[in-house]
């Protein structure tokens, strides 16, 4: 068989990265931070802008609910990169669900985040828009993940 002409990327490559690169993303604490309005994501910001507290990322903008959603977010649960799909790698992990009585008004996305770096190195992973504004009030606030991920690159 030829080499061919096609250049990809090797699935197991981007898993390796993601698994045991500097984002570590099963090992490290990961959460997801809940925003409004008043940040304006841009996918090709500079790593630093993508932290926690920084760039459009400012806890001023950030949506939290006392002990039901804290501010900072909530920890992910059972974290897994998935390359068993042709073509595809993805992150995952259990959807995020508030305690009972949150109460949390105008949330349009959250935020995935490297929460075990200093303060200013706690790069981003991803955002996921809600697709408006999403509100509860003394109830539970549900951040459910698409089937295929929280964050995927197609090779």
């Known amino acids: 068989m030829a080499f061919g002409t096609a250049s990809e990327i090797f699935r197991a490559h981007i898993g390796d990265l993601w698994g045991a690169g500097t984002l570590d993303f099963l090992t490290n604490n990961m959460k997801a931070a809940l925003w409004g309005d008043g940040v304006t994501p841009a996918q090709d910001a500079v790593l630093a802008q993508t932290s926690y507290n920084a760039g459009t990322w400012l806890v001023a903008s950030e949506k ?3 002990t039901d959603w804290p501010a900072g977010g909530q920890l ?3 974290k897994q990169i ?3 799909t042709a ?7 259990d959807d995020r669900a508030s305690g009972a009585n ?3 008004t105008a949330v349009t ?8 770096p200093a303060a200013g190195s706690k790069y981003g992973v991803c955002f996921n828009a809600f697709g408006g504004e999403q509100s509860v009030t003394a109830g539970t606030f549900t951040v459910v993940w698409a089937a295929t991920g929280i964050a995927r690159i197609t090779l």
Do not use: K
């Open 64 to 66: 939290s609910s006392s």
């Open 76 to 78: 992910l649960a059972n």
């Open 82 to 84: 998935n390359q068993g």
């Open 87 to 93: 073509a595809v790698c993805f992150l995952d992990a």
């Open 102 to 104: 949150a109460t949390l």
């Open 109 to 116: 996305g959250v935020t995935v985040y490297n929460d075990t």
